[in-house]
């Protein structure tokens, strides 16, 4: 009976600890459980959310993509600059998707084929990307316009249906979609095989290099749709956006119960820790916490959350 419970508190940390920090933070201010703001902190999330899903599939592989912000940066940079061009909002958000997917494709091709450890190789990729949004954007914000179509891609970030913002939609049909993929589909199970044992993977006759070019591609393709939802609401792009994404990506990663070995963790697991972080922020924000004492309580918080993990893994 003991054991049952305490399995059921370490398979439940992340969502236990959600529940506790929504309890506290609703006492202590009577503001933070309105619709309002509940709308406000998943509008929020979303864009983190969208980025650490991408970032739990490559996780899971054994690997990490450090250059998720920079791919942010400069995907969100070319849709800014196609709708200032007064063109179709729907070329631009193909363009950034395309461009974001093809980033993604240059990183796995590295690590799978060219065998570069993916932090290393990443890292690279953060750089290069970087200093290409700053060669195309001048180092200079790209605004939309004040076309019909800068209206048209607004609605990406402002519109509702039946009352629900479409970033909280948009950030739903990620999770529906990578859920089902990890939990369906052959690429799901070859995604937790090959975080595994990859050599065990290989061996079996899975293409596990195809399986890693697949999930940096969608790990880029979902920074670039991120991306689209950020410079909408923002209308503009900002040449520094999307700096320190990837810490916070892998914050709720880790905060949602993924392995950094790879090869065991849940998509509900992520969006457990994005929220825990969005429902942080917003709770410190409403009871005027510091920002330098909010980045010391996130990076406390997460610490917690790897020993917690280191710990339970080895049980």
């Keep these: 009976m003991q054991q049952g419970i305490k399995k ?8 236990i600890a959600l529940v506790v920090l929504i309890i506290g933070v609703s006492t202590l201010n009577e503001n933070f459980f309105t619709l309002n703001n509940i709308f406000n902190i998943l509008q929020q999330t979303s864009v983190n959310a969208i980025i650490a899903v991408g970032m ?6 054994s690997g990490i993509d450090l250059s998720v912000g920079s791919v942010f940066a400069l995907t969100g940079a070319v849709a800014a600059s196609i709708i200032g061009q007064d063109m179709n909002p729907f070329i631009a958000v193909i363009a950034g998707l395309a461009l974001g997917a093809c980033i993604g494709f240059g990183s796995g091709v590295i690590i799978a084929k060219g065998k570069l450890q993916a932090f290393i190789a990443t890292l690279v990729m953060m750089l290069i990307i970087r200093g290409a949004t700053q060669v195309y954007t001048q180092g200079s914000p790209i605004g939309l316009g004040m076309s019909d179509y800068a209206y048209m891609f607004e609605w990406i970030g402002f519109g509702r249906v039946f009352g629900i913002p479409m970033p909280i939609i948009i950030m739903a049909v990620v999770f529906i979609v990578a859920g089902y993929i990890l939990k369906f589909t052959r ?3 070859h995604i937790y095989a ?3 044992n990859e050599s065990a993977t290989r ?3 899975i293409n596990v290099d195809r399986v890693k070019i697949i999930v940096y591609m969608i790990s880029g393709l979902l920074c670039a749709i991120a991306a689209m939802i950020e410079v909408s609401r923002l209308s503009s792009a900002q040449p520094t956006a999307g700096m320190g994404y990837e ?3 892998i914050a709720a990663v880790v905060l949602g119960g993924t392995s950094m070995a790879g090869g065991r963790g849940k998509i509900i ?3 457990i820790g994005a929220l825990i972080l969005g429902f942080l922020n917003n709770g410190m924000n409403l009871l005027g916490v510091d920002a330098y004492y909010q980045m010391i309580v996130k990076g406390g918080v997460i610490l917690l959350a790897v020993l917690i993990d280191n710990k339970t893994a080895r049980a």
């Design 8 to 15: 059921f508190l370490i398979d439940q940390k992340s969502l």
């Design 56 to 61: 739990t599939l490559v996780i899971l592989t």
């Design 187 to 189: 690429l799901g199970r």
């Design 194 to 196: 090959v975080g595994g």
């Design 203 to 205: 061996l079996s006759g």
């Design 247 to 249: 810490m916070d990506a």
């Design 269 to 271: 697991g992520t969006l």
